[in-house]
């Protein structure tokens, strides 16, 4: 009998099977009223490509999956955990019918995140991508989940917010109303991202010239070090008990940008919060949440039996 853990994002979908540590892909998170079912088929396509499973045609043609060995758990990690318990549990039952378990335990990504990165459970993770989320965990098993409001209404400090800042002083420099950027020499128009249907990503996109610009720009220097100001915002409203807390930082904004990025937010950071490198995945945390105790994450996994 196998475990099945698996981490759901935007740009992909992986799965590890468990002893052994075979891997499977399947697409990325899809919104939209048909997600649930994107979502159990993406997990197929996963098992699919891992060997665990083999394509059956149902009566109606429709393609699907059946499970070539018995699986005793599933713990999935995903970025489109449904906002409400009641449809989260559908979910879980979704795909409980469809990849037939004993159990599946359901979660947000960023629950995985922090397995992954503290095995010891506590402290505070941030995820930083296209947008930013962050998690903090206590000793006690108290959770507080800051930001993750998506690129209107929050996401501070995240590749989307520095890439908009960075065209924001684009327009400004190009109409008089800002200072003279280095930015406005990549040639990129703004206005003409508008009509984008991945306007979010082509935004997000811009961070890296941020980044490579800030060295030798003031404005994209200023772009940098007021987003470290507000991921340590965001890093201590997570913080839980008066003692020091170890923070971990994940994902590819913080990937991508190294030290321009994490020494500013270090010297932004009150003692409190300890710096830490992760000591894994939100794939490790997957298996990790596959395969052992859930705590101090059981008020945040939704258990189907």
Not at 66 to 87: H, K, N, Q, S
Not at 146 to 170: E, K, M, N, Q
Not at 180 to 205: H, K, M, N
Request: glycine content about 14%; overall charge negative.
């Amino acid at each position: 009998m196998i475990n099945l853990a698996i981490d759901g994002g935007q740009s992909g979908l992986r799965l590890r099977v468990l002893p052994d540590g075979r891997t499977g892909r399947g697409p990325g998170y899809q919104h939209g009223p048909d997600s649930r079912a994107a979502t159990v088929e993406a997990i197929r396509a996963a098992a699919r490509d891992a060997g665990v499973a083999e394509q059956v045609d149902t009566i109606r043609g429709a393609s699907g999956a059946r499970l070539t060995e018995p699986v005793d758990t599933i713990c999935l990690g995903l970025t489109g955990f449904p906002p409400d318990a009641a449809t989260a549990a559908q979910l879980a039952r979704h795909i409980a019918r469809s990849l037939p378990a004993r159990e599946v335990r359901l979660t947000q990504d960023m629950v995985t995140a922090h397995a992954g990165a503290l095995p010891g459970g506590h402290g505070v993770v941030v995820a930083g991508g296209t947008g930013l989320v962050c998690l903090g965990v206590g000793q006690d098993g108290t959770w507080r989940k800051v930001d993750g409001h998506g690129y209107l209404f929050g996401d501070a400090g995240s590749a989307f917010a520095i890439g908009r800042a960075g065209l924001v002083a684009v327009q400004r420099a190009r109409d008089g109303r800002g200072p003279s950027t280095t930015l406005t020499g990549t040639g990129l128009d703004p206005i003409s991202l508008y009509p984008s249907p991945t306007l979010v990503a082509e935004v997000a996109a811009f961070a890296p010239e941020v980044f490579r610009h800030a060295p030798t720009d003031a404005v994209a220097q200023a772009i940098v070090d007021q987003a470290a100001r507000d991921i340590a915002d965001t890093i201590h409203a997570a913080l839980i008990g008066p003692d020091a807390v170890p923070v971990a930082l994940v994902g590819g904004l913080f990937e991508g940008a190294g030290e321009q990025l994490v020494e500013p937010l270090r010297a932004a950071l009150s003692p409190r919060a300890q710096l830490t490198p992760p000591a894994g995945t939100s794939l490790d945390g997957a298996e990790r949440l596959a395969t052992g105790d859930l705590t101090p994450y059981a008020d945040l996994v939704l258990v189907h039996r």
